[in-house]
């Protein structure tokens, strides 16, 4: 990685950051209302989204750990073909981020469609 290189890295992994930033707050922000009124007023939609989140932050967490592992499985066993990341400390984040930033993503779309006082 040459200087230039990463100096245009880094500003493309701060908005990177800042746009997760903003996707986990409105996730956050439309889930806790369903949790409080499933408490109070339970429908299936309430459950089986709470049971989603708990699902989803598991599932994401093994994805991220595979990706990992792939990638330093690839990087050292095939080292002639594919040589090692110049930054190995952000591709292994960026490795564990990569598949919980896709969820993220689909689940601010989803739920931006879907107006929690509409689901029953």
């Known amino acids: 990685m040459t200087y230039l ?3 245009w890295s880094l500003p493309t992994a701060f908005w990177r950051t800042v746009g997760d930033g903003v996707d986990a707050s ?3 922000g439309q889930r806790l ?6 408490t109070a007023f ?3 939609w309430r459950q089986e989204e709470g049971m989603r989140m708990v699902t989803e932050k ?8 595979v ?3 792939q ?12 040589p090692l990341p110049s930054d190995p400390m952000t591709a292994t984040v960026d490795a564990y981020i990569e598949p919980s930033r896709k969820t ?3 689940n601010a779309r989803r739920l931006s469609q879907r107006s929690p006082s509409s689901a029953e």
Do not use: E
């Not at 598991?58 to 750990?65: R, S, V």
């Not at 990638?71 to 594919?82: N, Q, R, S």
């Open 71 to 82: 990638l330093w499985t690839t990087a050292l066993l095939d080292i002639w073909h594919c």
């Open 104 to 106: 993220l993503q689909a």
């Open 26 to 28: 409105y996730v956050v």
């Open 5 to 7: 290189d990463s100096m």
């Open 42 to 44: 339970p429908s299936v």
């Open 67 to 69: 990706a990992v592992s």
């Open 33 to 38: 209302p369903m949790l409080a009124l499933a």
């Open 58 to 65: 598991m599932a994401a967490g093994a994805d991220g750990m």
